[in-house]
């Protein structure tokens, strides 16, 4: 067989190998050749071949993520490793997800301690093709001993850490493409059930809220906007910490804590700005403020910083 009747698929494989001096040269031998050159999947066997990933939102082209990727050596945004798992490897632990949700198995061992993982949610390790069940505690220590490799997936909170890039996947940080690859996944393990819709809408509240949280409780840009609200800081920072743990509800707003015990309805002169003790604030701006009346409540009364615009 001659050079040029390779097929397509080895073409690309080829090229995909190629610096971009050698891919003109490529081009430049026939047109099958060139064709082959200006298509997007040599964009796609780059991405691979240079950082692991596999994966891009299906709206946009292979170089568009290929050259967002460039600019993300770090991972910081796009994990390559999140790529190994596959709808097919979560495939067989749907049946079990839905046993996890209805707390109808009793016997969620960890593979590893063998303590009973019903109540602290059960986790997935899982590492090349291996997966095995493990309590949150066995594996951070596992990945220890592997040098750093893995995905943990979080099932009862539907989340997804990795290891190397060790940050939580598919979250507001991350580069949308991870974000849709993520969802994707925890489709696979959701889409059968009622239950799992709703753990997949909770999820999609939290996400929204700690994004409402990076962009509308900074105590910088929230002063520069000019008009902001009060918020009772331990609430504050109870509903943040319960996000960031995958789960909502803290119950009604509690500035009931900033009020003066001597002036009903007035804000207490002994009130401090990010004191970690009951009666210390946070400012959020209107639109936070509005967003977490609505839907947490509030117990206590209204503060503003008084300038109104
Ligand atoms: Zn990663
Ligand atoms: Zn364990």
């Given at each position: 067989?001659?050079?040029?009747?390779?097929?397509?698929?080895?073409?690309?494989?080829?090229?995909?190998?190629?610096?971009?001096?050698?891919?003109?040269?490529?081009?430049?031998?026939?047109?099958?050749?060139?064709?082959?050159?200006?298509?997007?999947?040599?964009?796609?066997?780059?991405?691979?071949?240079?950082?692991?990933?596999?994966?891009?939102?299906?709206?946009?082209?292979?170089?568009?993520?290929?050259n967002r990727k460039t600019e993300d050596p770090a991972h910081a945004r796009i994990c390559p490793h999140i790529g190994y798992v596959t709808p097919k490897i979560l495939e067989p632990y749907a049946a079990k997800y839905q046993t996890i949700l209805n707390w109808?198995?009793?016997?969620?061992?960890?593979?590893?301690?063998?303590?009973?993982?019903?109540?602290?949610?059960?986790?997935?390790?899982?590492w090349k093709n291996?997966?095995?069940?493990?309590?949150?505690?066995?594996?951070?220590?596992?990945?220890?001993?592997?040098?750093?490799?893995?995905?943990?997936?979080?099932?009862?909170?539907?989340?997804?850490?990795?290891?190397?890039?060790?940050?939580?996947?598919?979250?507001?940080r991350g580069d949308?493409?991870?974000?849709h690859y993520v969802d994707m996944l925890l489709e696979t393990l959701t889409h059968d059930s009622e239950k799992g819709k709703e753990s997949m809408r909770k999820r999609e509240q939290c996400m929204k809220e700690r994004l409402l949280y990076a962009e509308h409780a900074d105590r910088a840009s929230v002063v520069a906007n000019g008009k902001y609200y009060f918020v009772e800081r331990v609430w504050l920072i109870?509903?943040?910490?319960?996000?960031?743990?995958?789960?909502?509800?803290?119950?009604?707003?509690?500035?009931?804590?900033?009020e003066d015990p001597n002036r009903e309805g007035k804000l207490n002169p002994n009130s401090r700005p990010r004191g970690n003790f009951k009666g210390g604030f946070s400012i959020v701006s209107p639109l936070l403020w509005n967003y977490?009346?609505?839907?947490?409540?509030?117990?206590?009364?209204?503060?503003?910083?008084g300038i109104l615009q």
């Amino acid at each position: 067989m001659r050079f040029h009747e390779l097929n397509n698929e080895l073409l690309i494989s080829i090229a995909g190998h190629l610096q971009d001096e050698d891919l003109k040269h490529f081009a430049l031998v026939c047109r099958k050749f060139a064709m082959v050159a200006c298509s997007d999947v040599i964009w796609k066997e780059r991405l691979y071949n240079q950082f692991g990933i596999t994966y891009k939102l299906p709206t946009e082209q292979w170089r568009d993520m290929y050259n967002r990727k460039t600019e993300d050596p770090a991972h910081a945004r796009i994990c390559p490793h999140i790529g190994y798992v596959t709808p097919k490897i979560l495939e067989p632990y749907a049946a079990k997800y839905q046993t996890i949700l209805n707390w109808l198995d009793k016997n969620l061992n960890c593979a590893t301690c063998r303590t009973n993982c019903a109540d602290s949610g059960l986790c997935l390790y899982i590492w090349k093709n291996n997966v095995r069940h493990r309590c949150k505690d066995c594996a951070y220590s596992f990945h220890k001993a592997v040098e750093g490799h893995g995905i943990l997936f979080r099932m009862n909170v539907l989340q997804m850490y990795c290891f190397d890039c060790k940050r939580l996947l598919g979250e507001t940080r991350g580069d949308s493409s991870e974000a849709h690859y993520v969802d994707m996944l925890l489709e696979t393990l959701t889409h059968d059930s009622e239950k799992g819709k709703e753990s997949m809408r909770k999820r999609e509240q939290c996400m929204k809220e700690r994004l409402l949280y990076a962009e509308h409780a900074d105590r910088a840009s929230v002063v520069a906007n000019g008009k902001y609200y009060f918020v009772e800081r331990v609430w504050l920072i109870s509903w943040f910490l319960r996000l960031c743990d995958g789960k909502i509800g803290v119950g009604p707003v509690a500035n009931d804590e900033l009020e003066d015990p001597n002036r009903e309805g007035k804000l207490n002169p002994n009130s401090r700005p990010r004191g970690n003790f009951k009666g210390g604030f946070s400012i959020v701006s209107p639109l936070l403020w509005n967003y977490l009346v609505e839907t947490y409540g509030l117990s206590g009364g209204t503060y503003t910083s008084g300038i109104l615009q």
